[in-house]
């Protein structure tokens, strides 16, 4: 019998030890890790354009957020999906590659190459796609749910469990506890989230608050409550062990069921610098909705806690909650004001105000009106809500294409809106310009063509009345593909003698990019790039092959701010070692 109670002894005593952390009277949280993984070698499955596409990854262990790094100031377009053995992959998501999201310059924390992080729930393959390449490139991964290999994973269910019943037991012997807030809205402390496990690098610096940035942190929205506080450790590890920032970027966040948390540490009540607003950081303070507000607004419940936070944030700060104040650019890469200019802003405004950026999102962004209305009554705008919404019938066209752009005008019931003024703008330089007025149909539909002659945002507004409230439809971002002709030309060569080749670009582009291939082994490899200016819409170009094989060769124009990527048609140019009337006809058939 004492050899059995000895055998059964030691199982217990491990058990014992192993759930000992989460028996207490708080919500016990895993320790988080991180990891990395650098895709550069030879893991490109796809490249266009000067763009590359990964082939699916697997992580090191399975992660809940992950974003990119890289070295240099080069911000292309990012975007990435992720998938968990057995499942479906994600739709891709857009990631800003956040030069915007920065220290200001001159700052005691240092500025990086980056996308913003996403959190994604639990996965363990990713695919990433950028629109050019860049050089170091890092994933960096976190996981905060204790889920990153198969032992950590029942440790955690047993911990979680163990804790599960703890706090009941202690908060049934204990009963509630009510604590006054006073005028400050409930937000759940650094303590509550984890910030123990994020803690800050340095000491902080202080600036001023004279007005409140409102961002989005481009979050996947399918996370639950419970999930939420995980979000924001999260970010706080991202931002500071990838991004090498001194704590997150943030003074205060608030996820998509209104409930508010405390961000950078002091930040909530003191002027703390973050690193939101490049540029701007030192004269205002940022909060930032969880999620991706791209085309999914916040409800009244979030918009309200928005609203408690910022009324209460500019108070204690001795700012009025209404009206403009003047912010002074320190400068920075993705400023849209130069460094010393002095810009007047709303003291409740977007990240892209002053920034180029989409951030927080056109949802939200037009949102804004409603959430100033609600910090300076607490009530919001007066009138009925109303939806406008715009599609495009391509998301891109060629140089002098046409594309259509429908949309539909309703409440918030979803009731058609019949006989309303609708106006289609675009976006040139930092200003809408009305393209079309239009009127509304019986069903609330309106469609217009549109003849874009650059990449441009486009969008439509209603602008209300008595009754009805502004509303403007999500920006369209809509692309224009120039075009690239290589005019006729031989089909046949002769090692080392030039081939020449001419042809045409319009939009006009100041340079194109010749791209040869060579057929090497049953295969076409790439064995040349050469830059080519353009004069007046024209071009010339030429190449000397270097052996007798069959080339393939055409001209590409790579997408810049006025246009995206395009190439002319491939020309096949087969080389001989001799003259091609030398060659009897019937071999030059072949």
């Known amino acids: 019998m004492k050899r059995l109670a000895t055998a059964c002894l030691t199982p217990l005593a491990l058990l014992a030890c192993l759930v000992a952390p989460a028996l207490g009277s708080e919500r016990w949280q895993p320790d988080p890790v991180d990891f990395e993984l650098a895709p550069e070698q030879g893991l490109v499955s796809a490249a266009s354009a000067g763009g590359v596409v990964s082939r699916p990854l697997r992580a090191p262990a399975r992660f809940n957020l992950v974003g990119l790094r890289w070295r240099g100031r080069t911000e292309p377009h990012v975007a990435v999906r992720v998938r968990r053995d057995g499942r479906r992959w994600s739709r891709w998501q857009a990631l800003d590659a956040h030069a915007d999201h920065n220290p200001d310059p001159r700052s005691g924390e240092r500025a990086v190459a980056a996308s913003d992080p996403l959190w994604v729930g639990e996965a363990d393959q990713v695919q990433y796609r950028l629109s050019r390449r860049v050089p170091a490139l890092r994933l960096h991964f976190v996981n905060v749910e204790g889920t990153a290999t198969a032992r950590e994973r029942a440790a955690t269910a047993l911990r979680r469990a163990a804790n599960s019943v703890a706090t009941s037991v202690i908060s049934a012997l204990a009963g509630g506890e009510a604590r006054a807030q006073g005028e400050r809205p409930p937000v759940v402390s650094r303590a509550a989230w984890g910030a123990d496990k994020c803690r800050p690098r340095s000491r902080p610096e202080y600036g001023t608050v004279r007005a409140v940035y409102v961002h ?12 939420a506080p995980g979000i924001v450790l999260a970010i706080c590890r991202y931002h500071r062990n990838s991004n090498g920032w001194n ?7 608030v996820d998509k069921y209104g409930v508010l948390y405390e961000g950078r540490a002091g930040g909530l009540d003191k002027p703390v610098l973050g690193a939101h607003a490049q540029g701007y950081n030192a004269q205002a303070s940022g909060i930032a909705s969880i999620g991706d507000n791209t085309a999914v607004g916040l409800s009244d419940t979030a918009l309200d806690s928005l609203a408690g936070y910022i009324r209460w944030k500019l108070t204690i700060h001795g700012q009025p909650l209404t009206g403009s104040t003047t912010l002074t650019s320190a400068g920075g890469a993705t ?11 709303p003291r409740v405004l977007g990240h892209r105000d002053t920034n180029s950026t989409a951030c927080p999102g056109s949802a939200l962004y037009y949102q804004l009106d409603d959430l100033r209305n609600r910090v300076a009554t607490g009530e919001p705008l007066p009138g009925v809500a109303t939806f406008l919404t715009a599609s495009l019938s ?3 066209t060629r140089y002098g294409g046409v594309v259509t752009l429908t949309g539909a005008l309703t409440d918030a019931a979803l009731t058609p809106l019949a006989g309303k003024p609708v106006r289609v703008q675009v976006l040139r330089g930092s200003r809408w310009r009305t393209l079309a007025q239009l009127t509304t149909d019986s069903t609330g539909a309106w469609s217009t063509p549109v003849l874009p002659v650059r990449t441009r945002l486009v969008r439509a507004t209603y602008a209300g009345d008595p009754v009805w409230r502004r509303s403007f439809s999500p920006e369209q ?15 046949t060569g002769v090692r080392g003698a030039r081939v020449r080749l001419t042809g045409t670009v319009a939009p006009r582009k100041r340079r194109v990019y010749q791209v040869l291939q060579q057929r090497i082994r049953g295969s076409y490899r790439q064995v040349g790039v050469k830059s080519v200016r353009v004069r007046a819409g024209r071009f010339r170009s030429s190449f000397v092959p270097a052996f007798a094989a069959r080339y393939r060769v055409y001209v590409l124009a790579r997408a810049d701010a006025a246009t ?3 190439r002319s048609r491939v020309r096949t140019v087969e080389v001989t070692p001799t003259p091609a009337s030398a060659i009897p006809s019937r071999a030059r058939g072949r």
């Open 564 to 566: 995206a990527a395009a």
């Open 394 to 396: 391509a998301p891109s």
């Open 335 to 345: 400023s849209r004001y130069p460094a010393g200019r002095r810009v007047r802003v």
């Open 247 to 253: 704590d997150i970027g943030y003074q205060a966040l």
């Open 216 to 227: 989005h942190t481009v979050s996947l929205n399918d996370y639950s409550p419970e999930e």
């Open 477 to 491: 971002l809509l692309r224009v593909r120039p075009l690239v002709k290589l005019a006729p030309g031989a089909t």
